[in-house]
């Protein structure tokens, strides 16, 4: 017989799909987020995502070049992915250097001390932003106004010679809130005072660059969903859970804790959940157990809003559940093929 039987690994799936084209379907999700942060901040949303993306390439072209010795891989997009998601988690006026630690955490630390891509157990860009966080809380918390680079073009089109403030900086919706809960005032106040639906829709208010426009979150969400790049899995039981929690405090004490669709549209909850929770490396491979995280990362962010120190809370419970993958994975196995039922 002429004919040889070539036995290989698994899976034998024929799919027009690869890690590079998944990664730059991902880049493309995310130029909504991009667009509207430059519309939104002006040129320093800009040269924050240039200074991020650019350090994260050079990081790991440089540790595969000279340390691993081994294929340079940053044309594949994940380190692209890994800058942008870093950049939209920090304010548009944090300095450059800053910026270049968080990317080197990043990739050095998160991503290619574990072997690179597919062996990381913790979101790089979670990990970079959470280490700027703890290193440098002051410059991490100064945020920016929104619509800089909208009135600068209006007074260009009008006419108009004012000069924009200096002082445009403010404290996001979650900073206000859990600082009018703090002083005891009652929430029903606090979130009068704040924007309605419909400007938070768009992205009218202070926070990190990719957590402004909900809309431009919900445009790349559902293109990664229509690529089949993500399932439902993660990002519905992520805020399914976190609005469940939500509504019972507020069904509680109504003048202690805000409604839960804010919980929603607020902070970096929507962003979290579509692009950062679902990363495949630190999710879990079975359906059901992207349930159980996705519902353990809404569940731990609303413990952290409510009760911890800090106004937010996506990326320690995101990362608390990236621990716990392992764990997951071995507990909720798919059944084998083939396997008779006892």
């Known amino acids: 017989m002429n004919t040889i039987l070539t036995i290989s690994g698994s899976p034998h799936i024929h799919s027009k799909e690869s890690v590079k084209k998944i990664m730059w379907s991902v880049v493309i999700a995310m130029i909504p987020m991009a667009v509207t942060s430059v519309l939104f901040f002006g040129w320093d949303a800009l040269r924050v995502m240039a200074v991020s993306v650019a350090t994260c390439l050079l990081v790991e072209w440089a540790i595969q070049k000279f340390l691993i010795k081994t294929t340079t891989t940053i044309n594949d997009g994940s380190a692209v992915i890994t800058g942008m998601l870093l950049a939209f988690n920090v304010p548009s006026g944090l300095d450059w250097w800053i910026n270049v630690i968080g990317a080197i955490v990043a990739i050095g630390v998160a991503k290619m001390s574990f072997g690179g891509l597919g062996k990381n157990p913790f979101n790089p860009a979670l990990v970079g932003r959470v280490f700027l966080l703890v290193s440098f809380p002051q410059?991490?918390?100064?945020?920016?106004?929104?619509?800089?680079?909208?009135?600068?073009?209006?007074?260009?089109?009008?006419?108009?010679?004012?000069?924009?403030?200096?002082?445009?900086?403010g404290a996001t919706p979650m900073e206000i809130i859990k600082g009018g809960i703090i002083t005891g005032r009652d929430v029903t106040d606090v979130v009068a005072q704040l924007p309605d639906y419909a400007q938070f829709l768009i992205g009218q208010h202070g926070g990190s660059l990719g957590e402004m426009s909900v809309i431009a979150i919900l445009l790349g969400g559902i293109f990664m969903?229509?690529?089949?790049?993500?399932?439902?899995?993660?990002?519905?039981?992520?805020?399914?859970?976190?609005?469940?929690?939500?509504?019972?405090?507020?069904?509680?004490?109504?003048?202690?804790?805000?409604p839960p669709m804010y919980h929603l549209i607020f902070g970096g909850m929507l962003l979290g959940a579509l692009f950062m929770a679902t990363d495949m490396t630190t999710s879990p491979m079975n359906p059901l157990g992207q349930i159980v995280f996705g519902i353990g990362c809404g569940a731990l962010t609303m413990v952290i809003r409510l009760w911890g120190a800090y106004p937010e809370?996506?990326?320690?419970?995101?990362?608390?559940?990236?621990?716990?993958?392992?764990?997951?994975?071995?507990?909720?196995k798919p059944k084998k093929f083939g396997k008779i039922k006892k």
Do not use: C
Not at 239 to 252: D, R, S, V, Y
């Open 139 to 169: 410059q991490m918390t100064i945020w920016p106004k929104a619509n800089v680079l909208i009135e600068e073009t209006t007074q260009v089109i009008t006419g108009a010679t004012q000069a924009l403030p200096d002082a445009t900086t």
């Open 225 to 258: 969903l229509f690529r089949k790049i993500i399932t439902w899995h993660i990002p519905v039981s992520f805020l399914g859970a976190a609005f469940i929690f939500a509504a019972i405090m507020h069904w509680i004490d109504p003048s202690l804790y805000i």
């Open 313 to 332: 809370g996506v990326s320690f419970a995101i990362l608390i559940m990236n621990a716990f993958v392992p764990l997951i994975n071995k507990g909720f």
